[in-house]
């Protein structure tokens, strides 16, 4: 059973920090891609970065270029993102998922969402002015 799971999130200052993780498990190709969204109260979910897990080739919305950073460990089975000089409409739960039935990572944030395979549960980051 294919099963992702969020942590690292938590309340931190404007201009700070978070290291997001999505441990993998039930993972029996590499053909998966990792995609980080994340929705905002109010606001429609948005996809923020991807990465392939056979090429690691890597996508960023323009929101976050810049100062995120979406990588992965094979060996931990992890994949992570990095989230620096964090502002407050950053504010939001993060979610990772998986999809398999992918052209490129750049329109991968432009699947339905009902393509990605796989959720985990989400993590809240909330920034603070």
């Known amino acids: 059973e294919v099963q992702l799971v969020e942590s690292g999130g938590g309340l931190v200052q404007a201009g700070g920090s978070l290291r997001l993780s999505c441990a993998l498990s039930?993972?029996?190709?590499?053909?998966?891609?990792i995609i980080w969204l994340r929705q905002a109260p109010g606001k429609k979910r948005e996809g923020v970065s991807c990465?392939?897990?056979?090429?690691?080739?890597?996508y960023y919305a323009d929101s976050v270029k810049g100062r995120f950073t979406i990588s992965s460990d094979n060996a931990e089975k992890t994949v992570y993102l990095e989230m620096n000089d964090l502002k407050p409409e950053d504010t939001a739960v993060y979610y990772c998922?998986?999809?398999?039935?992918?052209?490129?990572?750049?329109?991968?944030?432009?699947?339905?969402?009902?393509?990605?395979?796989?959720w985990g549960h989400g993590t809240q980051v909330t920034v603070s002015s």
């Open positions: 998922a998986a999809v398999t039935d992918w052209t490129t990572v750049e329109n991968i944030g432009t699947m339905p969402e009902y393509e990605y395979e796989h």
């Open positions: 039930g993972f029996t190709s590499d053909r998966y891609a």
């Open positions: 990465i392939s897990l056979s090429d690691s080739s890597t």
